[in-house]
């Protein structure tokens, strides 16, 4: 079972920068594909990002396509979500999820992961 925690939200003005970051305990964090989806109040959960297990293959989200950008660190057991030019619309909680799975377009799905953190809050202000 891997367990994941979440940091680095936080509220930052339309135009600013945050970096996620999701540290992962338990099982080999290495072979795990890792997500980022995000939640709006009122909304279903969206997929954001993915990255498979060496960090060779990724997904975005055309609305955070040059923007957003996914990165893995296996020796700290760690996903990052740098996200620039940010826009209220990014307004959300942001989850990181991993899976056991192959590494597909199916990792755009809420039902390709196995494990998820509690999430973290960023705010954008207009």
């Known amino acids: 079972q891997v367990q994941l925690v979440e940091s680095g939200g936080g509220v930052v003005q339309a135009g600013g920068s945050l970096r996620l970051s999701c540290a992962a305990f338990?099982?080999?964090?290495?072979?795990?594909?890792k997500g980022w989806f995000r939640q709006a109040p009122g909304t279903e959960r969206e997929f954001v990002a993915a990255i498979n297990y060496n960090g060779a293959s990724t997904y975005y989200v055309d609305s955070v396509k040059g923007r957003f950008t996914i990165s893995r660190d296996n020796a700290k057991n760690t996903v990052y979500l740098q996200m620039n030019s940010l826009k209220p619309e990014d307004t959300a909680i942001y989850y990181c999820?991993?899976?056991?799975?192959?590494?597909?377009?199916?990792?755009?799905?809420?039902?390709?992961?196995?494990?998820w953190g509690q999430g973290t809050q960023v705010t954008v202000s207009s």
């Open positions: 999820a991993a899976s056991a799975g192959i590494f597909t377009r199916a990792m755009m799905n809420v039902g390709a992961y196995n494990a």
């Open positions: 338990g099982r080999t964090f290495s072979n795990y594909g």
